[in-house]
């Protein structure tokens, strides 16, 4: 009887990027710790892996990233003044980042490419299959995307990412997919990918999304894989020889999703992140969507 793969414990979130998109803010504040609502973008992600069973994150971060670990560690005088004045429900949001997870990192000496961040974090992952989360896309914390990707690899094996439907104008901004079916809804098997095709030249319209649970033999392909576009190692580069080529840790498969997703490098996209988000917590949303309908219905009509 042969045994299943091994469990997905490890998750990985490449962060060493400039963010020059949000120039000037990130011109001294990491992209990743910049506010949704109250919380940095890079907590979204963090309690994304941890809400699907992965509490091992490693960051691969860069120069000027010392923000991130300074918020996922103690902060003792902070503390210390919060228990002094019996304010236990801040200090709970305080130790809430560092009680998350087990969070490691690794610098990436050379921007060299988000296939190049994964290659970085070969010696903490090993032998395991491992997830990787990109930042800059956010999950709504309602959708379970990143346990149903776990499932998949738990039951076939390989690699599996996450696809969307981002239309045919859009479709040269990521990753696209070539796709057949894996004989049932929501769930295919990928044949082939291209790095941000140009228009008329997209396989489909199905993009890569920011979110992978990966075979660990994609360490050895992408220290075989030379720079791609843009002078970068490029992960889909790497995926593509996998998916063409099962033997090499089995056969690449994604799920297909259609919940919320927000492309948070892009500044209209992060303020829908930060107004969607906020009309839905208890504490602040029944205030600001009786203001934001106000706002919709009179100042914009003004």
Request: overall charge negative; proline content about 7%.
């Amino acid at each position: 009887m042969t045994a299943p793969p091994p469990r997905v414990r490890k998750a990985v979130i490449p962060a060493a990027g400039l963010g020059t998109r949000f120039l000037p803010a990130t011109k001294a504040t990491p992209k990743e710790m910049l506010p949704i609502v109250d919380k940095p973008a890079i907590q979204y992600v963090v309690e994304e892996a941890v809400a699907a069973g992965l509490d091992d994150v490693l960051m691969v971060t860069g120069r000027g990233k010392r923000a991130l670990e300074d918020h996922f560690d103690r902060n003792a005088e902070l503390e210390a003044v919060l228990t002094g004045k019996g304010d236990t429900a801040r200090l709970d949001l305080v130790r809430a980042s560092t009680d998350l997870a087990t969070v490691h990192y690794v610098r990436q000496g050379d921007p060299r490419g988000l296939g190049h961040a994964v290659l970085c974090a070969a010696p903490h992952v090993g032998a395991e299959p491992f997830a990787v989360l990109l930042g800059d896309n956010l999950i709504d914390p309602a959708d379970p995307l990143l346990s149903s990707m776990t499932a998949v690899r738990e039951e076939l094996g390989g690699s599996v990412i996450a696809l969307m439907d981002v239309g045919a104008e859009h479709i040269n901004r990521y990753g696209c997919a070539a796709v057949e079916s894996a004989g049932r809804d929501g769930l295919v098997r990928v044949t082939d990918l291209v790095e941000k095709p140009e228009a008329g030249e997209a396989p489909s319209a199905l993009a890569v999304i920011g979110r992978y649970v990966l075979d660990p033999a994609v360490f050895e392909v992408l220290a075989k894989t030379e720079p791609g576009r843009g002078g970068e190692i490029q992960l889909t580069d790497a995926l593509r020889t996998m998916a063409r080529d099962p033997e090499i840790g089995g056969p690449v498969h994604a799920v297909v999703f259609t919940g919320h997703r927000y492309d948070t490098c892009y500044r209209g996209e992060y303020l829908r992140a930060t107004v969607r988000l906020a009309c839905r917590r208890e504490d602040v949303g029944p205030e600001f969507r009786t203001w934001l309908q106000t706002f919709v219905a009179r100042d914009l009509a003004a």
